[in-house]
């Protein structure tokens, strides 16, 4: 089943959910089990409390299934708003901001750098309750300080533009001030590639004021449902924290979510209070609402730089490919990639099921640690990634593969898939002294 028959399934169902007492959201989710996500997509019914059977009556029960979807009922908190104190020139994305208020001021984070459509000014993105506090023209400090000038505080470096918070978005952008110098980038995490659709079982990370570099996984989709406070939202994106106990807290509000390739998908402004989830809205509705476009950074300057570094990587990939052809056993290998590198890579980006498995067991941050022992020598594969162990990372990919690839890709990986086990820790001269020991049994 495709996502947009998901959705239009869960659409269909919403209206009737939400009415069911305690129901607080719905969306297009991943199964919850034992307090982990599963690769399983549900329709997720996202309650205050859940209650025995016993005690509901019928017309209050979810269906365990609609339209041939299974159903999820997961107990979470209503999501609440959100509200790094050093200073940062030129401004980039991840840092604090603030603005007076009437308890003094009230603060949140510069989620990245973007630009109106119709005239190009460049602008900084947040949150609209984050500059709730001013009108048009109001100042954004960064950091606050007092002071009793007009215009020359050095730490205003913008003018609230405009504001946009209805159910599907909560932004606003800012106007830089003349002489503040920006830089299309987030604290921690890097250049902004540009933007890009949000989707289901993802890795993601963001950089808030408030809690800094933090990762998720996106847990749901298209959620629609209310605040604590009672306002409606919909077309939101659910993050569940996978490294630390939380995805953001009060004063991350404003801040970008980002994919493995550094690309927006979305804009945070709130989350549960214990933590369990966060909220963000679609960046594609953001963009549209407020009439802008993200700033990517600009690889004009660094053209020259990326044609001497791919070349740099076709030397290694020739080196290595020369490397491997020494032993049987890595000829095999060579002879698998060159048969069977065009389906895997059409099997990640085509099959929603295996990019999930692939982005949740760290497909991406793998394929970039054997890319960096391959340039240096005097690296070594990670014992785990994130946490989670580099054999259970491999074998959760490598199941996939068996589940989904053809029947030539299942046979050879039955026959001839590494034992994960020993590979973490390995350099490069490791692996191959393995290759040829592999010959020699």
């Known amino acids: 089943m495709t996502d947009e028959k998901y959705i239009e399934i869960k659409r269909a169902a919403q209206g009737a959910l939400l ?49 041939g979807v299974k159903t999820d009922v997961v107990e ?18 991840g840092i604090q901001i603030e603005v007076e208020s009437g308890l003094g001021y009230g603060d949140g984070t510069l989620g990245c750098m973007a630009k109106t459509v119709d005239n190009e000014t460049t ?20 950091p606050y300080t007092v002071c009793h000038c007009s ?23 800012a106007d830089i001030v003349d002489g503040v110098k920006i830089k299309p980038n987030i604290v921690e995490i890097g250049d902004v590639a540009g933007t890009n659709v949000a989707v289901l079982g993802e890795d993601v990370r963001k950089r808030g004021r408030t809690t800094r570099l933090t990762y998720g996984i996106v847990a749901a989709v298209d959620v629609i449902g209310v605040t604590e406070a009672g306002s409606p939202t919909e077309q939101q994106i659910r993050i569940e924290p996978t490294t630390s106990p939380r995805f953001s807290n009060k004063g991350d509000s404003g801040s970008v979510v980002v994919n493995e390739a550094n690309e927006v998908i979305g804009l945070l402004w709130g989350g549960a209070e214990d ?20 700033v990517a950074a600009d690889s004009t300057d660094e053209a020259a730089e990326e044609e001497d570094v791919t070349t740099e990587r076709q030397l290694v990939a020739a080196a290595v490919l020369s490397d491997l052809q020494q032993s049987e056993q890595g000829r095999r290998y060579v002879e698998y990639y060159f048969r069977h590198h065009a389906e895997i890579r059409a099997l990640v980006n085509t099959n929603r099921r295996v990019a999930t498995a692939w982005h949740r067991n760290h497909g991406p941050h793998l394929f970039r640690s054997v890319l960096r022992l391959a340039q240096d020598r005097a690296s070594a594969l990670p014992q785990e990634i994130e946490g989670r162990p ?52």
């Not at 215009?151 to 952008?173: G, Q, R, S």
């Not at 491999?394 to 994960?420: C, H, N, Q, R």
Request: hydrophobic fraction near 40%; proline fraction near 5%.
């Open 19 to 67: 009415k069911l007492p305690g129901v607080h959201a719905v969306g297009v989710g991943l199964r919850h089990v034992g307090g982990r996500l599963t690769e399983e997509v549900v329709i997720a019914v996202f309650v205050d409390k859940k209650k025995p059977l016993e005690e509901l009556s019928p017309e209050e029960i979810v269906p365990a299934e609609i339209d």
């Open 390 to 441: 580099l054999a259970l990372c491999l074998d959760g990919i490598l199941g996939t593969f068996l589940k989904y690839g053809s029947p030539a890709l299942k046979k050879d990986i039955i026959m001839e898939s590494p034992d994960a086990s020993a590979l973490g820790g390995l350099s490069y001269e490791q692996l191959l002294e393995r290759l040829s020991t592999a010959d020699r049994v």
């Open 123 to 142: 602008v900084l993105l947040t949150n609209a309750h984050v500059l709730d506090s001013i009108n048009k023209g109001g100042k954004v400090y960064q």
């Open 275 to 294: 933590g369990t989830y966060s909220v963000a809205n679609l960046i594609q509705n953001v963009m549209s609402e407020l009439d802008i476009t993200i």
């Open 76 to 93: 979470t908190q209503r999501p609440v708003r959100q509200a790094d104190t050093k200073e940062y020139r030129p401004l980039k994305g």
């Open 151 to 173: 215009d020359c505080c050095p730490t205003a470096v913008a003018k609230k533009l405009k504001a946009v918070d209805n159910e599907k978005v909560d932004a606003a952008i």
